[in-house]
T-cell receptor, first 111, second 112 residues
Framework: DAGITQSPRHKVTETGTPVTLRCHQT?????MYWYRQDPGHGLRLIHY???????DKGEVSDGYSVSRSKTEDFLLTLESATSSQTSVYFC??????????FGEGSWLTVV | GNSVTQMEGPVTLSEEAFLTINCTYT??????LFWYVQYPGEGLQLLLK?????DKGSNKGFEATYRKETTSFHLEKGSVQVSDSAVYFC???????????FGAGTRLFVKA
């Protein structure tokens, strides 16, 4: 969506390789999030950030790490990708009094 | 607890039919309530919102009223179109809080 850019949009990688997904925002919003979406599980929060260098775990954080060194960028890293991490990943942003809104998604396939 | 429950799908309707997708929530305090829509291959988009009891959110012919007494926020549309086929998510957050809790989503199919 306007103001949020995810990259890459599509990626195929091999089991055991590291993968980094990038979320970039131009809205200067304080909060950033990474979700994954899988059939039968809806949206699940992986990690979130409430400021530069301030991050916390969501409900499905195992196997993932994040970093936020600048307001506009929130990186999601899979240190050693597994097939169970094949999913669609959505970045989202919000601000006080501003509802959460989402990027276009990154489709990751781990083979 | 803090959760959002919405009706299971898929919901299949003919064009011009009336749509209701039920959503109930549990929360401490007074959350803001939202409906999001997701079209195939895209991210979720905010459809409408309501921030206090008895507020009615509306957009693109869709409406939902914040019912505190029944802790509900049901989505309605009087006449659906094929282009409304999508997945609809009900969501809530706390006033003053920043995390958003989503329901599981309801898939809507509209047939011509």
């Amino acid at each position: 969506d306007a103001g949020i850019t995810q990259s890459p949009r599509h990626k195929v990688t091999e089991t055991g390789t590291p993968v980094t997904l990038r979320c970039h925002q131009t809205e200067n919003h304080r909060y950033m999030y990474w979700y994954r979406q899988d059939p039968g599980h809806g949206l699940r929060l992986i990690h979130y950030s409430y400021g530069v260098k301030d991050t916390d775990k969501g409900e499905v954080s195992d196997g993932y790490s994040v970093s936020r060194s600048k307001t506009e960028d929130f990186l999601l890293t899979l240190e050693s990708a597994t097939s169970s991490q094949t999913s669609v990943y959505f970045c989202a942003i919000s601000d006080p009094e501003v509802p959460i809104y989402f990027g276009e998604g990154s489709w990751l396939t781990v083979v | 607890g803090n959760s959002v429950t919405q009706m299971e799908g898929p919901v299949t309707l003919s064009e011009e039919a009336f749509l209701t997708i039920n959503c109930t929530y549990t929360a401490t305090g007074y959350p803001s309530l939202f409906w999001y829509v997701q079209y195939p291959g895209e991210g979720l988009q905010l459809l409408l919102k309501a921030t206090k009891a008895d507020d009615k959110g509306s957009n693109k012919g869709f409406e939902a009223t914040y019912r505190k007494e029944t802790t509900s926020f049901h989505l309605e549309k009087g006449s659906v179109q094929v282009s409304d086929s999508a997945v609809y998510f009900c969501a809530r957050t706390h006033t003053g809080g920043f995390k958003t809790i989503f329901g599981a989503g309801t898939r809507l199919f509209v047939k011509a």
